[in-house]
């Protein structure tokens, strides 16, 4: 059984930095895609990054350079690098697997929440 555990939320000042991480018990490179979503009070959770097995990444339109996913197939954990956090970035940042390109995502992991206020 494949668990996906977050790491790295807390709270930040507007302007400041965070990194996520996502420690998988599997090996990431058996996934096609890992990715982060995020899940605000009262919105839709939304993609945030994805990474593919063989390096490729997305961004969510709000976030592209501020955020960087990046993956450590090595130690199994893939990361989001966040900076120039903004208000509306605040929410529960969760970590996502699937293993195949059409496949939906079928790996979580609990969340880690990220708060960014004065």
């Known amino acids: 059984q494949v668990q996906l555990v977050e790491s790295g939320g807390g709270s930040v000042q507007p302007g400041g930095s965070l990194t996520l991480s996502c420690h998988a018990s599997?090996?990431?490179?058996?996934?096609?895609?890992m990715g982060w979503y995020r899940q605000a009070p009262g919105k839709q959770r939304e993609l945030v990054a994805t990474?593919?097995?063989?390096?490729?990444?997305n961004y969510l339109d709000s976030v592209k350079g501020r955020f960087t996913i990046s993956g450590d197939s090595a130690d199994n954990t893939v990361y989001l690098q966040m900076n120039n956090l903004k208000s509306e970035d605040a929410a529960v940042y969760y970590c996502a697997a699937k293993m195949g390109p059409g496949d939906p995502y079928e790996y979580w992991g609990q969340g880690t929440p990220v708060t960014v206020s004065s």
């Open positions: 599997g090996k990431i490179f058996t996934f096609n895609t």
């Open positions: 990474i593919s097995s063989i390096g490729n990444t």
